[in-house]
């Protein structure tokens, strides 16, 4: 087909008919008004012809010997490729034409031999009209449902970086929370040279009483114990902060069953947990297994059991501490629950920034919680949800993705 021909034509619409001078009519009918036109003598020829090419418009007779109109109409509403082609019946006067039958299997309208050429163009045109509109419609519903979908994804990975904090965020949190032991310590250092040196003048001068020395010796105690305390809270920090960032090696990866790893990681618990009346229980299928990182996910069980410890319970109290494992539709499900004080909404949107510390006072550093968010989404693949009622006890719910997980029968 030569592309002039396409560019400028309103559309190709594939003729046919048995009769040949039937044919002739309406080729030349429709050429004039700028339709492209494919004939086809029979229904066998017309389905060769669509194997090269797929017309905008199908013009059918009834009454054709091997394949009759019906017939190819059903055949071209069968096949996907052309069942949504508009498709007018030709059928003469004369004949038995069932409407009724062309309607039902698909046929969109009829036309009446001999042929009025104003209805024939009214009806090809409108057909056509209404096809290319269809299939405008269906083109910009599927670009409005991609937009939908790239839509909902930027905004969960917008939501996602909102509560993660931007790296310049995090930055300036660690230089804020390090500067503030370093501070202290740098003032409590500079108390301990004056005092010594104030000391030793006195002493040089030999006007160094009892009870001056007594005081000095009880100032620079004081200030040694704070400069070591704040400074062992920067290495505290210090040490955090390289677990912000996730290791990125794949070194330790292996196969092993999820329950008993859990276990083996709570039993390296034991000096945390021999200070508590608390008791913690492990349950589910100990056939799962998981390819990934154990070494990461005893840092997470760590990390969530003395979250519980220090943060969900008052000293004597007994707490109920449970992990479940379970295999949901090949996603490997860990939920940890304790029944301890829980906490707010708002303290629930904040757990997994970093800094956030109901305990700053006590040496909380806030970045628990962040290191589990950022084990869990980069190191594991997961996600990591948290549910809380005041009172009641909070839920964590990780869940991995199932290329991974295996349950051996
Ligand atoms: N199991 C829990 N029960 C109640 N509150 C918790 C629990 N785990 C964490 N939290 C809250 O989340 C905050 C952040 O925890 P985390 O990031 O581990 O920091 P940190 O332990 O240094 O305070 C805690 O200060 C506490 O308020
Ligand atoms: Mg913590």
Redesign the pocket.
Known sequence: MNNTETLNSKGTILLVDDTLANLQVLTQMLKERGYMIRTALSGKLAFSFMETMLPDLILLDILMPEMNGYEVCEKLKADERTRDIPLIFISALSENFDKVKAFSIGGLDYITKPFQAEEVLARVETHLKLYHLQQQFFQQNEELQNTLDNLKATQAKLLESEKMASLGNLVAGITHEINTPLGISKIAASHLTSDTKKAATSYEKKQLKGSALKAYFESATHSSQLIFNNLERANKLAQSFKQVAVDRTNLDKRVFAVKKYIEESIINLTPHLKQTQHCITVSGDDKIEINSFPGTLSQIVT??VI??I???YQDGDTGELRFDIRDELGQLIIEYK?N????SAE?MDK?FEPF????RAKG???????IIYNLVTQKLKGTIECN?TQGLG?TFTISISSQNVTTPP
């Open positions: 990390n969530l979250n519980s220090t943060h969900a304790d301890g004080c829980g906490m303290q757990i956030f510390t109901t305990r909380g550093t806030g970045l628990g919680l962040h809380s909070t």
